[in-house]
C-alpha cells in the first residue's frame, strides 16, 4: 500500500530535550516536505527536500534540522524544544521532484513540549 | 513573495446548498492552484487543483474557477452533503521557487442537516 508514515503519532517532552520525527514515504518519491499546522495559520512549510542530499528551509525552519540520506526517509529533528514547537506536524512526499504534482501526507504527528 | 488569503475562515450551508470558498494571491507569476481538503482528525487530501493555462475545471460536484487577473481563485460545492464537511485548503506555487507551496489559513465548512 502507498503510503507515508510518521512516528511517533503523538510526543509529549520537555524543553531541550532532542527529539526525532521519522518520516518514509514507499513511493519512490523525490519531494519530500515537512509542515506544521497551527489554529488559524494553517499548513507552514518547514523545511523540503527536492532530492537526496538536497534540503532547502520553508517558511519557519528556525530550531528545526532535517535530513535527507536515503530517497525513501526525512526525519525532523528538534534539538532543544520549545514550548513554541507545540504543534500538529505533517510529513508529505510528492512525485517528480517537485510540489506541483499531488502531495501525499502523513497521519501527523501532535507534539506538546512543556 | 508570495502570499495567499483564504475566506471565510467558517461557512455554515444548509445541506443540499452551495458552498464557495475564495482565495486571492499575490504573486502574479503563481500557476499552480491546488485544494486540499482535511476531515477532523485525518491528514489533508488533494480534491481539485487547477493549472494557469485553464480558467475552470470540475470534478462531479466540486469545481475550481481561477480569474488570472484579478488573481483569485475559488472552490465551488455543489449538493452539498454532510460528509463535506471539513477544513479546506487552498495553496499556490510557481514553478521557478522550487515550487513552493504557499498554503492560505483554511475555511472549516459546517453542512447543517
Known amino acids: 500500500e502507498a503510503q507515508v508514515t510518521q512516528n511517533p503519532r503523538y510526543l509529549i517532552t520537555v524543553t531541550g530535550k532532542k527529539l526525532t520525527v521519522t518520516c518514509s514515504q514507499n513511493m519512490n518519491h523525490e519531494y519530500m516536505s515537512w509542515y506544521r499546522q497551527d489554529p488559524g495559520l494553517g499548513l507552514r512549510q518547514i523545511y523540503y527536500s527536492m532530492n537526496v542530499e538536497v534540503t532547502d528551509k520553508g517558511d519557519v525552519p528556525e530550531g528545526y534540522k532535517v535530513s535527507r540520506k536515503e530517497k525513501r526517509n526525512f526525519p525532523l529533528i528538534l534539538e532543544s524544544p520549545s514550548p513554541n514547537q507545540t504543534s500538529l506536524y505533517f510529513c508529505?512526499?510528492?512525485?517528480?521532484?517537485?510540489?506541483?504534482?499531488?502531495?501525499?501526507f502523513g497521519p501527523g504527528t501532535r507534539l506538546t513540549v512543556t | 513573495g508570495e502570499n495567499v488569503e483564504q475566506h471565510p475562515s467558517t461557512l455554515s450551508v444548509q445541506e443540499g446548498d452551495s458552498a464557495v470558498i475564495k482565495c486571492t494571491y499575490s504573486?502574479?507569476?503563481?500557476?499552480?492552484f491546488p485544494w486540499y481538503k482535511q476531515e477532523l482528525g485525518k491528514r489533508p487530501q488533494l480534491i481539485i487543483d487547477i493549472r494557469s493555462n485553464v480558467g475552470e475545471k470540475k470534478d462531479q460536484r466540486i469545481a475550481v474557477t481561477l480569474n488570472k487577473t484579478a488573481k483569485h481563485f475559488s472552490l465551488h460545492i455543489t449538493e452539498t452533503q454532510p460528509e463535506d464537511s471539513a477544513v479546506y485548503f487552498c495553496?499556490?506555487?510557481?514553478?521557478?521557487?522550487?515550487?513552493?507551496?504557499?498554503w492560505g489559513a483554511g475555511t472549516k465548512l459546517i453542512i447543517k442537516p
Open positions: 508529505a512526499s510528492s512525485s517528480a521532484g517537485t510540489a506541483f504534482y499531488e502531495q501525499y
Open positions: 504573486d502574479s507569476a503563481s500557476n499552480y
Open positions: 495553496a499556490a506555487s510557481r514553478w521557478d521557487s522550487n515550487y513552493q507551496l504557499i
